[in-house]
């Protein structure tokens, strides 16, 4: 989510523009927590799986659920190739997190206690338009770069083998893990990045201070990791879908929605989907206005798409009537609450 930063303070005595950036902070979040697949095989007699990345990932499944996102588990042999390619489709997920082994097509599933080809050059086409993360060797160095050309928003992974040592398997787990819990704290995937690369980073130093066989033989593999993590396409994406941001605009109302795999409630293409509103009112439902642009603002009534930027807090309060903006008071903080509305008062009062 988009939290409020510390030391956030409405202060009538300073600028419009100093206000308004104050006011789009205490604005409910424009990302909130979606739908995730993590995809994590644990083959027996595996070490990597058994001993590492099944268990790190599942760490990473329990921050998505304290997060608040809705999880898609493909555990052990649920990791079926059939099962990925099913829950893709169904789920519709936002984000997709891979742990197991991979090679440079291939990030590996697992059927009847055997490895089997999870997602590949084949099927990669079934990610486009979500954030696919990996924790995997060499895929990054093959499936990454035909996966970003398929569509795929962008691909979090690994040029060269992912390893760690036994005896020291937490502590490469929480490095691998930062990345992802980036991701699921709605961060942006260069953001993810940079605080994966910093988390190998930390952890070499501390190998380093530790000294002996953790200095000598360890601390190369966290720092070997570090260096062959790699992102690439969209280092701006977000992993959380967008709220749709609903304002009172007289008679119609004015809903605006980001189209694509990454909406909230909106479908592309489908005359009948519903874009379902709340505006801290009874609950509103307006009908999309048939095949969509990307960026669109449907208004109810006669079927009336305008194509436009996605709109965001600062270009809402410029370009409507300040008396128009409606807030759902159950969406801020009660502490800030009284703050906003005073805020909102004195910028119509400028206005």
Sequence with gaps: MTPK?????????QSLQERLEVLERLWLPLEVPGKVIVIRPRVPGDDYTEIGSNNWAGDVKQKALAEAWQVTDLSANDATRENIETHIGNVSPHLVIH????SPLTLWGQEDDDLEAGIDENNINLVAGRILSTVSCYSASGLGPVAIAAGV???LGYT???GFWTGYED???SASNMANYALLECKTTQEAFDLGWAAYDQLYDQLLAEGGFAADFVAPTALHDRDCFTLLGSATAVACPRNLLCIPGGPDMVVHCLVGPDAAHCLPGNPDMMIHCKMGLPDSELP?????PENVVCRKGPDMCLAGPPLRIREVIEDYPIDLLMVDLDKIPRNMRKAMMNMLDEIKRER
Aim: proline share 4%; hydrophobic share 30%.
């Design 171 to 173: 502590a490469f787990g």
């Design 5 to 13: 930063k510390e030391g956030d303070v409405i202060n009538i005595s």
């Design 288 to 292: 999309i206005c048939g095949a969509l």
């Design 153 to 155: 928003t962008s691909y």
């Design 160 to 162: 060269e083998p992912h």
């Design 99 to 102: 742990y197991d082994h991979g």
